[in-house]
């Protein structure tokens, strides 16, 4: 058994697939006093905070690489929907994004809450509102891929939730901190092996 070694300033993760090819039947919406507010369209700075606020702590980065031309490209185009998912004081603590723009297909971009939230059950309430609004009519695939970067219950979530593993990769990128994307202090879970810019620059 092999080891790939990978440089220092790089991180790798292993991404899973997963896939719904059936609509899941109608039941209750889990309780929850959050709830889904659609951004017509999507303003790209608004976007990219609460992106950072969802995702930072699990280093996503990749909407945060993107100029304004290319972000709003995406999140402006009629297939693609963004939510936030607002609590009942009105702050934003979570995010919803929602890709129609494979014909027969939605993938479900980006499901997130912010880490306060997790283990009291809102992340079921958040699968059923996007799966609802994944099965518009025409789809016959949703899918969602994760990564073992994020949380650790996600994928077992996923799976409750429906969907089906289907495959493996392997993904190296820079580590986000690095180029200055995210805060060095973002997720300490995962250590950082060379010097971020900003130290490299006050030495």
Do not use: N
Request: proline residues 11%; hydrophobic residues 45%.
């Amino acid at each position: 058994m092999g080891l790939t070694p990978v440089a220092d300033d790089q991180l790798a993760t292993i991404v899973t697939t997963l896939e719904m090819r059936r609509r899941p039947p109608l039941r209750p919406m889990p309780p929850s006093p959050l709830r889904l507010v659609a951004w017509r369209p999507a303003d790209p700075a608004r976007y990219r905070q609460l992106f950072r606020r969802v995702g930072a702590p699990w280093l996503w980065f990749s909407r945060l690489t993107m100029d304004d031309a290319a972000l709003t490209a995406i999140i402006h185009d009629p297939a693609v929907s963004v939510y936030a998912v607002a609590d009942p004081r009105g702050i934003e603590v979570g995010m919803l994004e929602l890709d129609h723009r494979r014909a027969g297909e939605c993938e479900l971009s980006y499901v997130g809450l912010v880490p306060e939230l997790a283990g009291k059950g809102h992340g079921r309430w958040l699968m059923a509102e996007a799966l609802t609004r994944a099965w518009t009519p025409g789809v016959t695939r949703a899918w969602v891929h994760t990564c073992t970067l994020d949380h650790p219950a996600a994928l077992g979530f996923y799976r409750r939730e429906g969907f089906v593993p289907i495959g493996r990769t392997i993904e190296t990128f820079p580590d986000p901190r690095l180029l200055g994307l995210l805060p060095p202090e973002t997720a300490p879970q995962i250590p950082m092996l060379a010097p971020s810019l900003s130290a490299t620059a006050a030495t």
